[in-house]
C-alpha cells in the first residue's frame, strides 16, 4: 500500500482520511476537461475492483449516463476480464485510473451511444423479458 500511496501522491492525489477503505482525491485530465475522482481500494489483492467515483459530475461540460451508477461510480471495466497484479499495486492501480480516464474520454469527447447500449444488454440480459406488440390495426 505504501507503492500505491507515493505513486497516487506523485500523480496529484491526496489521501482522504476516515473511510472504511483507502481512499485518494485527485484530478484525472481527460482532453480539456478536468473530472475530480474518488478513488476507494477496497482490497490489495483485488479481489474487488478499486471503485472510482466522480466527484463534479453536475459540472463537467457533457451529461454522463452511460457507464455511470446511481451513487456517481464509474463502471470502468469489466470485473471477469479487467485483471490487476497484486505483486504490482502500483502499477495496477494506474492501471484503473487509465482505464478510468479512457472510459471518461468516450463519454465526454466520444459517441457514448455504443458504450450505453452495449452496457443495458450486460445489466439487462441476465433478466427474463417479454416484449409485447400490440399496436391497433
Known amino acids: 500500500w505504501k507503492k500505491v500511496r507515493a505513486t497516487l501522491v506523485a500523480s496529484g492525489f491526496e489521501a482522504?482520511?476516515?473511510?472504511?477503505?483507502?481512499?485518494?482525491?485527485?484530478?484525472?485530465?481527460?482532453?480539456?476537461?478536468?473530472?475530480?475522482?474518488?478513488?476507494?481500494?477496497?482490497?490489495?489483492?483485488?479481489?474487488?475492483?478499486?471503485?472510482?467515483?466522480?466527484?463534479n459530475r453536475a459540472g463537467l461540460p457533457k451529461k454522463l449516463a452511460a457507464h455511470m451508477m446511481s451513487d456517481d461510480s464509474l463502471c470502468y471495466a469489466d470485473k471477469t476480464t479487467f485483471l490487476l497484479d497484486m505483486f504490482a499495486?502500483?502499477?495496477?492501480?494506474?492501471?484503473?485510473?487509465?482505464?478510468?480516464?479512457?472510459?471518461?474520454g468516450t463519454l465526454l469527447h466520444g459517441n457514448a451511444t455504443p458504450e450505453f447500449m452495449a452496457e443495458f444488454a450486460a445489466y439487462w440480459?441476465?433478466?427474463?423479458?417479454?416484449?409485447?406488440?400490440?399496436l391497433p390495426n
Open 16 to 55: 482522504v482520511a476516515g473511510r472504511k477503505h483507502d481512499t485518494y482525491l485527485g484530478l484525472l485530465e481527460v482532453g480539456t476537461v478536468k473530472v475530480r475522482v474518488e478513488l476507494s481500494i477496497p482490497d490489495y489483492q483485488f479481489n474487488t475492483l478499486p471503485s472510482v467515483h466522480v466527484r
Open 89 to 104: 499495486p502500483d502499477a495496477s492501480i494506474m492501471r484503473v485510473l487509465e482505464q478510468a480516464r479512457a472510459t471518461l
Open 125 to 134: 440480459s441476465t433478466l427474463g423479458y417479454c416484449l409485447i406488440d400490440d
